[in-house]
């Protein structure tokens, strides 16, 4: 249980970060939203949803889940302030999965350059930078799945062509029931897949 607990700090520092990504990319490109809204902080209690950051990670691990996930409220965004209409809500989007590999990098290094060995508390240690390389990958994919209101959706619905507008309805009206079943029967199909990223950026086994 105490591991399940530095597993649910280490998924909320993430997901505040990812949030926080997209409302600085958001007025990098023009839009104040999320300033204004007091959004571009670090401060997890102006993210949480309790929803996505508490119940479903919670319950994913009590029912013994390998796959653990979650999302914050959405930063407010205005796509009408962008400077750059045509991709800028697609920028903003990528923003926050961006973030989450930059931190799985960053641990990542950590973890294959310092002499972590040589520490009393260095396998502890170890463990800990690699959840978090783990976690910030599975945001990453988990985030870039086209399905609202995941940034993959923004990203895709920036893309297609006015042609397809009847399939950004669907989406977007059944979005959260498409959600909920791939986060519990189709996701862990892609385990095999994160096992490969998160080892090649550690550059060990660990899981």
Do not use: Q
Request: aromatic fraction near 14%; hydrophobic fraction near 55%; include cysteine.
């Amino acid at each position: 249980m105490p591991f399940a607990i530095v597993t649910i700090l280490i998924l909320l520092f993430s997901i505040v970060l990812h949030e926080l990504s997209h409302g600085t990319m958001a007025e990098y490109l023009g839009d104040p939203t999320a300033k204004m809204a007091g959004r571009l902080t670090l401060n997890p209690l102006k993210h949480l949803d309790p929803i996505g950051s508490v119940f479903l990670p919670l319950m994913l691990i009590l029912t013994g889940s390998n796959v653990i996930v979650g999302w914050a409220k959405p930063v407010p965004i205005n796509p009408l302030n962008l400077k750059d209409r045509k991709y800028g809500s697609a920028k903003v989007a990528m923003a926050g999965p961006a973030a989450n590999v930059a931190v799985a990098l960053f641990f990542g290094c950590l973890l294959r350059f310092l002499p972590l060995d040589n520490l009393s508390f260095g396998e502890n240690l170890g463990l800990v930078f690699a959840y978090i390389v783990r976690i910030n990958i599975l945001l990453t994919l988990f985030n870039l799945t086209p399905i609202p209101p995941l940034d993959g959706s923004h990203i895709l619905f920036s893309l297609l062509p006015k042609s397809f507008d009847d399939l950004k309805i669907f989406l977007l009206r059944y979005g959260f029931f498409i959600l909920l079943f791939y986060i519990f029967f189709l996701f862990s199909y892609l385990m095999p897949l994160l096992d490969k990223v998160s080892n090649l950026v550690i550059g060990s086994s660990f899981f």
